[in-house]
């Protein structure tokens, strides 16, 4: 039988009971660590955000030793004012399949459709 092994969650003293995670023990006696869904609360909007179990599971397999402390359109933000770049401009259009009104990163002209994400998705899946 193989040695059980066990991550820490960053912040964790050793000993600490974290209700973040569950550890589990499988039939081969190795402890599986099961991440659930937490909220968070971002330092710069003060929004609470998700900061989901899949994410979770990224920051540990990739070492990241701090939660993320802004909100996904925060860091976006950021990262595009970092870069030099402007937030990109939305324009107002009408779905050409359903007529639901969606934004596009495009000026829409009146010679092509415009499609929301969900009828564009069916038709590129044709």
């Not at 909220?39 to 990739?62: H, M, P």
């Not at 402390?69 to 107002?92: I, L, S, T």
Request: glycine residues 6%; charged residues 30%; proline residues 8%.
């Amino acid at each position: 039988m193989s040695e059980p092994s066990c991550r820490r969650v960053w912040g964790q003293r050793p000993g600490q009971p974290n209700a973040e995670i569950k550890n589990i023990t499988n039939r081969e006696g190795n402890q599986i660590i099961m991440y659930e869904d937490r909220t968070l609360v971002c330092r710069d909007c003060g929004k609470e955000f998700i900061f989901s179990a899949g994410e979770q599971e990224f920051y540990a397999k990739n070492d990241f030793k701090n939660d993320p402390v802004r909100c996904p359109e925060c860091r976006r933000a950021r990262k595009n004012a970092a870069r030099g770049q402007a937030p990109r401009e939305m324009f107002d259009a009408v779905c050409a399949s359903c007529g639901k009104p969606t934004k596009v990163p495009f000026q829409p002209r009146n010679d092509k459709p415009i499609y929301c994400s969900e009828c564009f998705a069916q038709r590129r899946g044709r």
